[in-house]
């Protein structure tokens, strides 16, 4: 079976020293676009403690610092987009290498988890949506914000483009799919919209 995760690592690993400074669909565009909707959405919002999973660079939590005084956690599979994101010595933060299904975390310990640009690459969605549920906080918000599509385009991608690719990309799902298995999870959903083309997020509530 092909290793999902260490792929995702390899090619993220690769990519890490100049992520941040290449603005292209093979790099860092679409997170950007992902982590800027984000920040937007939580701009108004009130909140303590912040998860963002599959952190990257950190490029969110940089945002997010800008407006928001709270104690961040980032958490990345690739030990080298880790690196930069330390290396920013970003304050009230801690970076650390770890995976989305196995959340080094209290239950009920975040008032809001991130997840931008990331889901795709996961092998284990539910188990990473189940996670993203248990250490929030009665009440707390779950934003996901990806890349997909539905339909046939989708079944394209996922079984027959993303086994060729060595990137790391598993499983697409346009919002609407994203908002059914939220539901499944336990999330009251309270918003899902296009961002631009094939870009979207989820919102939704514990």
């Known amino acids: 079976m092909k290793d999902y995760e260490e792929l995702s690592r390899k090619h993220f690993d690769k990519q890490a020293d100049k992520y941040d400074q290449t603005n292209t669909t093979y790099y860092s565009k679409e997170g ?12 108004d919002k ?21 407006e928001h005084d ?15 994101a330390k290396g920013k010595n970003i304050k009230n933060t801690e970076f650390i290498e770890g995976v989305a299904n196995k959340l080094p975390y209290e ?18 969605q539910e188990d990473a949506l189940s996670e993203a549920y248990r250490v929030l906080k009665k009440d707390g918000i779950y934003i996901l914000s990806d890349t997909g599509v539905g339909g046939i385009p989708a079944l394209i991608d996922n079984y027959i483009i993303f086994p060729l690719l060595k990137s790391g990309d ?8 994203i908002a059914k298995m939220m539901e ?5 959903i309270e918003k899902k919209y296009n961002i631009k083309r094939f870009l979207y ?3 939704g509530r514990k």
């Open 32 to 43: 950007k676009i992902s982590c800027r909707d984000i920040a937007d959405y939580l701009k």
């Open 46 to 66: 009130e909140f303590k403690k912040l998860l963002d999973v599959g952190t990257g660079t950190g490029y969110l939590i940089e945002l997010l610092i800008k």
């Open 70 to 84: 709270a104690q961040y956690y980032g958490l990345d599979l690739s030990r080298e987009m880790i690196k930069v």
């Open 107 to 124: 239950n009920e310990s975040f008032d809001v988890v991130t997840c931008s640009q990331s889901f795709h690459h996961y092998p284990y």
């Open 170 to 177: 598993c499983k697409t799902h346009n919002k609407n799919e």
């Open 184 to 188: 499944t999870t336990g999330f009251k």
């Open 201 to 203: 997020t989820v919102i």
